[in-house]
């Protein structure tokens, strides 16, 4: 099983970023797929979920019309496209895949939002 992201970097505050993370060794389909990040000195926090079929999405408040979650089923791959980026979404930033007892970790991602 493997997760792995991409697409980090620095940037300034109001850029865009767009993470990708490409999944392997498993049945990707069946898996809820989340971003989450950790910065330091705080706790890692969920920032946006997909559901398997890519219907239904969930945010955190903190960037609820700024990201934006998708996923590709036929390529494993899961994406967060972030837009409007504030100095506080600086954090490392994992890929997450669940279904009912098994969960996966990407190594992540850093983001650094800065000028």
């Known amino acids: 099983v493997q997760l792995k992201e991409s697409g980090g970097g620095l940037v300034q505050p109001g850029g865009s970023l767009r993470l990708s993370c490409a999944a392997s060794?498993?049945?990707?389909?069946?898996?809820?797929m989340s971003w989450f990040r950790q910065a330091p000195g705080k706790e890692r926090e969920l920032v946006a979920g997909?559901?398997?079929?890519?219907?239904?999405?969930r945010y955190a408040d903190s960037v609820k019309g700024r990201f934006t979650i998708s996923r590709d089923n036929a390529k494993n791959m899961v994406y967060l496209q972030m837009s409007s980026l504030k100095p506080e979404d600086s954090a490392v930033y994992f890929c997450?895949?669940?279904?009912?007892?098994?969960?996966?970790w990407g190594q992540g991602t850093q983001v650094t939002v800065s000028s």
């Open positions: 997450n895949a669940r279904f009912v007892s098994l969960d996966y």
């Open positions: 060794g498993f049945t990707f389909s069946n898996y809820y």
């Open positions: 997909i559901f398997s079929a890519g219907g239904s999405t």
